[in-house]
């Protein structure tokens, strides 16, 4: 398992479109996957629970990865959530 805490810099966080993007980019790994905010964790392969922690620009949270493709998985959600490519 690992896990990072990244700074959200997407001009509208994690919500609708951005989090659609999120989504489909979690669901392309084997891995589980989770985001966490304010010690709520929920499934980053469900548009609902992601949009539930209300994420917005300058939050922190975690992506935390379990599986066979755990680092790689990590690597790519950290790049499209620190970046403003989801906007």
């Known amino acids: 398992m690992v896990s990072r805490n990244i700074q959200v810099n997407n001009q509208v966080g994690l919500h609708a479109r951005p989090a ?50 755990e680092q790689e998985a990590l690597e790519a959600l950290t790049l499209l959530v620190g970046s403003n490519s989801a906007e």
């Not at 979690?26 to 589980?32: G, N």
Request: hydrophobic share 40%; proline share 2%; glycine share 8%.
């Open 20 to 69: 659609t993007f999120f989504i489909q980019k979690s669901s392309e790994f084997k891995c589980s996957i989770w985001v966490e905010k304010n010690n709520r964790k929920v499934n980053a392969k469900s548009l609902l629970g992601v949009l539930s922690l209300g994420i917005t620009k300058g939050t922190e949270i975690t992506i935390i990865a379990d599986g066979p493709d």
